[in-house]
């Protein structure tokens, strides 16, 4: 009884103090350096770049739009996306469209009054 308490004992003590990493460890990336993917924030001249979560924004992000709209989260914010047809991407009410689901994009433009003025727009 004695034997298998401290065994518990052992076993517990060793796995709190054990830092937990994600991954296999065999990579020699530092992954405190690597950027992480998606646009984060905006930058004082409004241009983005990357990744970003598209949908409609009035069925998946809860805008205040009466209608379906296609709005880009970036970071906590949402911006509509004004010259660029949500249904010409993929029909927006399917299975697998934006008033459905949240679809990873890359997108290029730029951000003016809180709303995406898009160079391009495609979806991952």
Same mark, same amino acid.
């Given at each position: 009884? /004695?034997?298998?308490?401290?065994?518990?004992?052992? !076993?517990?003590?060793?796995?709190?103090?054990?830092?937990?990493?994600?991954? @296999?460890?065999? @990579?020699?990336?530092?992954?405190?350096? *690597?950027?992480?993917?998606?646009?984060?924030?905006?930058? $004082?001249?409004? =241009?983005?770049?990357? &990744?970003?979560?598209?949908? +409609?924004? =009035?069925?998946?992000?809860?805008?205040? %739009?009466?209608? @379906?709209?296609?709005?880009?989260?970036?970071?906590?914010? /949402?911006?509509?996306?004004?010259? !660029?047809?949500?249904?010409?991407? *993929? %029909?927006?009410?399917? &299975?697998?469209?934006? +008033?459905? *689901? !949240?679809?990873?994009?890359? !997108?290029?433009?730029?951000?003016?009054?809180?709303?995406?003025?898009?160079?391009?727009? $495609? /979806?991952?």
């Amino acid at each position: 009884m /004695i034997r298998k308490f401290s065994f518990l004992i052992f !076993v517990l003590t060793f796995s709190l103090h054990q830092p937990l990493e994600a991954g @296999c460890g065999s @990579c020699a990336a530092d992954k405190r350096a *690597v950027k992480g993917a998606f646009i984060k924030e905006i930058p $004082s001249n409004g =241009m983005v770049s990357g &990744k970003a979560l598209a949908s +409609c924004g =009035m069925c998946n992000f809860d805008t205040s %739009d009466r209608n @379906c709209s296609l709005a880009l989260k970036i970071g906590h914010d /949402i911006y509509q996306v004004k010259n !660029v047809d949500m249904d010409a991407q *993929v %029909d927006s009410h399917a &299975k697998d469209g934006f +008033c459905n *689901v !949240v679809r990873v994009v890359n !997108v290029k433009g730029r951000i003016r009054n809180d709303k995406l003025y898009a160079n391009s727009f $495609s /979806i991952q």
